[in-house]
């Protein structure tokens, strides 16, 4: 089975700075880690998604996320955020189903 | 890209009355469609996994006779709430895997549909 924890109810930050999101994995398996955002009253939308291969992947609006083995982490990444990025995050893992983590909000403060 | 779309977007009932959620894969087949309930800034509960031409598959806890659940083709599912009382409005998201997907292939999320049982 897989699950997926995101340690942080809520990350703040300025408009310009850095953003990581936490994620972390259980697996028994290869992991098949996703992450999505949430807008208010919106469905998901996708950002990235990790199968194999490169442990650094890119994804949608300047996202990227890292894949980390040895600590079991696949956290979500950007260089300089911006105010519209204010959103909520999931992680997720992929057996068939999908397991979310329980959401982080973002917000960026102008 | 693969586009999802659900109807309606926003419904209002009155306690008793059953409401009918439509959840459409609008460019792709999808073999498997998902239904979530989301409460307020909380994460999706996953309610049922619906495969074309099959009955659904429940997830522990969530009433099959309540949440009915047809996936007739493999471009539509619908998400049935029967005799809707309060504690049913919720946000309620549907998601489509591609029919060429295989494991870890994404879903495509649809807008999601806002009930509300008065």
């Known amino acids: 089975a897989q699950s997926v924890a995101q340690p942080e109810d809520q990350v703040n930050v300025a408009e310009g700075n850095p953003l990581t999101v936490k994620c972390t994995y259980s697996v028994s398996g290869n992991p098949y880690l996703f992450w999505y955002v949430q807008y208010p009253n919106r469905g998901l939308q996708f950002l990235l998604k990790y199968i194999t291969g490169d442990n650094l992947v890119k994804g949608s609006y300047g996202f990227e996320a890292e894949f980390n083995k040895s600590q079991t982490s696949f956290h979500l990444k950007k260089p300089s955020a911006l105010v519209s990025d204010s959103a909520l995050y999931f992680c997720?893992?992929?057996?068939?189903?999908?397991?979310f983590g329980a959401g982080t909000t973002v917000t960026v403060r102008a | 890209g693969a586009v999802v779309s659900q109807h309606p977007s926003r419904v209002i009932c009155k306690s008793g009355t059953s409401v009918k959620i439509e959840c459409r894969s609008l460019?792709?087949?999808?073999?498997?469609m998902f239904w979530y309930r989301q409460f307020p800034k909380k994460s999706l509960m996953l309610m049922a996994t619906?495969?074309?031409?099959?009955?659904?598959?429940?997830e522990q806890g969530v009433e099959k006779d309540k949440f009915l659940i047809n996936h007739a083709s493999l471009t539509l599912s619908t998400l049935t709430v029967t005799s809707a009382h309060p504690e049913d409005s919720s946000f309620y998201i549907c998601?489509?895997?591609?029919?060429?997907?295989?494991?870890?292939?994404?879903?495509?999320f649809g807008p999601g549909t806002r009930l509300t049982v008065l």
């Open positions: 998601s489509a895997r591609d029919l060429s997907g295989s494991l870890y292939n994404e879903q495509f």
């Open positions: 997720a893992s992929n057996d068939y189903k999908l397991s």
């Open positions: 619906s495969n074309e031409g099959s009955k659904a598959t429940y």
């Open positions: 460019d792709f087949q999808a073999t498997t």
